[in-house]
T-cell receptor, first 112, second 114 residues
Framework: AQSVTQLGSHVSVSEGALVLLRCNYS??????LFWYVQYPNQGLQLLLK??????LVKGINGFEAEFKKSETSFHLTKPSAHMSDAAEYFC??????????FGKGTHLIIQP | DTGVSQDPRHKITKRGQNVTFRCDPI?????LYWYRQTLGQGPEFLTY????????KSRLLSDRFSAERPKGSFSTLEIQRTEQGDSAMYLC????????????FGPGTRLTVT
């Protein structure tokens, strides 16, 4: 069975500070991993994806994530938070059943 | 705009009524997915199509739910005899074939059952 765990339902950082959103996964097959962002009352926008190439993946809006097989993790980072980064972030797992398995999400709050 | 579109964006219905949602995927994509998202949760997979064939259905998809993709293009999701527990955001996504390909999501249809 596949599962995704996002640690911290809410994360608050100051504008300009490092953003770290945590994601751990469980998969019986080689995983494909994705981070999506969702703004209120909107659909999901892809930030980045890991598909077994480089373990450090760069995405849009300055975000990046590192795949660590030994830790079964795929944490999302951004060096300097911006007010516009405030949103809900979802880690998702593919590669097994054909639908994505999502975590419960992390609400990112940016303090001015 | 060549993204995924969904119609309607919002639907309010009374318990027991039937509702139908439409999704138009990105035209080059042969896979189309339906997800349901409740408040404070991540999307949950419901079903998916490859071209016109429905290849997988989640156990979440009760007998009251039916999805079609008759010509391998747009898809419809129908809920019969709606219940208050059906209130959620229904998301559609499309992709190329293969788990490595990212899914592109539409804006969703928010259903409220009163």
């Amino acid at each position: 069975a596949q599962s995704v765990t996002q640690l911290g339902s809410h994360v608050s950082v100051s504008e300009g500070a490092l953003v770290l959103l945590r994601c751990n996964y469980s998969s019986s097959v080689p995983p494909y991993l994705f981070w999506y962002v969702q703004y209120p009352n909107q659909g999901l926008q892809l930030l980045l994806k890991y598909t077994s190439a480089a373990t450090l993946v760069k995405g849009i809006n300055g975000f990046e994530a590192e795949f660590k097989k030994s830790e079964t993790s795929f944490h999302l980072t951004k060096p300097s938070a911006h007010m516009s980064d405030a949103a809900e972030y979802f880690c998702a797992l593919g590669g097994g059943a054909d639908g994505l398995t999502f975590g419960k999400g992390t609400h990112l709050i940016i303090q001015p | 705009d060549t993204g995924v579109s969904q119609d309607p964006r919002h639907k309010i219905t009374k318990r027991g009524q039937n509702v139908t949602f439409r999704c138009d995927p990105i035209s080059e994509h042969n896979r189309l997915y339906w997800y349901r998202q409740t408040l404070g949760q991540g999307p949950e997979f419901l079903t998916y199509f490859q071209n016109e064939a429905q290849l997988e259905k989640s156990r979440l998809l009760s007998d009251r739910f039916s999805a079609e993709r008759p010509k391998g293009s747009f898809s419809t999701l129908e809920i019969q005899r709606t219940e208050q527990g059906d209130s959620a955001m229904y998301l559609c996504a499309s992709s190329f074939t293969g788990g490595a390909y990212e899914q592109y999501f539409g804006p969703g249809t928010r259903l409220t059952v009163t």
